[in-house]
């Protein structure tokens, strides 16, 4: 465990259904950036193993404040999302304290834990991105806000300095195509195409999952490995010949019939499919006219060298969430851009602290 600071300290929460992300600011700077698997479906003792994970890498301090976001209510740990609001706040409240925990609720001031209610549980349930969204705006005049992560996509309009969103539960926003259920880890690759060019034809994707968006990743060169917290689809080597051998199951094949050069190009084919599936969510974005085309699209998550690459089709300028703050190391591997939501609740506690400089 690190020693312990004697400065204002403020650690930003993310607390999803497969990874804990936290944040964690001295007196405004950003001291540690951090991820660890967290498979909530399996219950609330793996919040509490991946709580100490984190907790044992990040500086403590005496008089520090938690702020947490989520969408782990969402998982079949739970039987509603209401309860899992609760007793996600159960936990990080009795591990650090009544009066040391806010939640953010979508409101740019996060409230005290005290005020939690069944009442308010739909306002907290699955906000990050809005926490993410009030970041962006409070630096940026218009944009589109992009999160590309291991298993979902966020898109967000950001117009004179505020979110402007069409929905806000996760089937309110799944409808708007504000969410996208696709991401660059845990797709199953029969979510990425129905078939693919093989062979001189169309070869279906079996209704299987055999390999995932991490495979395909892997395959382009793409993948962040430390990004890849969870087992394989059968749980081999993370590797280029683990991934062949998984691609090419998908497809009915062993490894070694298709070869190297077939499979890398079923991954370049399979990674433009799944370019295509998010350029459709920013088109309907773009459709609604806020924009014009000097506005940038702003990435964030593991896989935002995707949004850069859509800013670059789409003739738009490109700006990385983390560089709009101060302060942006990496930690095991990971960047401020990459834990987006514990990075906007961090710095949203920060500036709604009375003390704060």
């Known amino acids: 465990m ?11 929460w993310d607390i999803g259904g497969a990874h804990l992300k936290a944040v964690a600011l001295v007196d405004g700077q950003v001291v540690a950036v951090e991820q660890t698997a967290c498979p909530l479906w399996q219950g609330l003792l793996e919040l509490e193993a991946a709580l100490d994970r984190i907790l044992d890498r990040v500086p403590s301090c005496s008089r520090s404040r938690h702020v947490v976001t989520m969408t782990g209510e969402l998982t079949d740990a739970f ?3 209401t309860e899992g609001v609760l007793a996600i706040t159960e936990v990080v409240t009795r591990r650090f304290g009544l009066e040391s925990v806010h939640l953010f609720t979508g409101d740019k001031a996060p409230i005290p834990a005290a005020d939690v209610s069944a009442e308010i549980a739909g306002r907290i349930a699955s906000a990050n991105w809005l926490a993410s969204g009030w970041s962006v705006a409070g630096r940026l005049c218009h944009g589109l806000f992009m999160d590309v992560g291991s298993t979902t ?29 696709t991401g660059i880890v845990r797709t199953p690759v029969m979510m990425m195409a129905q078939a693919a060019p093989l062979r001189g034809q169309w070869a279906p994707v079996m209704a299987e999952v055999f390999a995932t968006s991490a495979d395909v990743y892997r395959l382009t060169g793409e993948l962040q490995e430390a990004a890849d917290q969870y087992p394989s689809a059968d749980h081999g080597p993370k590797s280029p010949a683990g991934s062949h051998l998984r691609l090419a199951r998908q497809f009915g094949f062993d490894a070694e019939e298709l070869g190297t050069k077939s499979l890398l190009q079923l991954a370049a ?11 459709s969510g920013v088109e309907i974005q773009l459709s609604l006219g806020y924009l014009d085309d000097r506005a940038p699209l702003i990435g964030a998550g593991t896989g935002r060298f995707l949004v850069k690459e ?18 942006n190391p990496a930690s095991a591997g990971f960047a401020l851009s990459d834990v987006a939501p514990a990075a906007a609740v961090a710095f949203l506690g920060f500036d709604n602290t009375p003390d704060a400089p």
């Not at 690190?2 to 930003?12: K, Q, V």
Request: charged share 25%.
């Open 153 to 181: 996509t966020d898109l967000l309009l950001i117009e004179n300095h505020q979110p402007c969103f069409r929905g806000y539960t996760d089937s309110e926003r799944l409808h708007q195509q504000e969410l996208m259920y």
């Open 79 to 81: 039987k509603s999302r």
């Open 310 to 327: 859509l800013a670059l089709r789409l003739q738009r300028p490109y700006r990385d969430f983390g560089e709009l703050f101060q302060g």
């Open 2 to 12: 690190h020693s312990e600071i004697s400065h204002h300290a403020i650690i930003g």
């Open 269 to 279: 084919y399979l990674r433009e499919q799944h370019i295509q599936q998010l350029r």
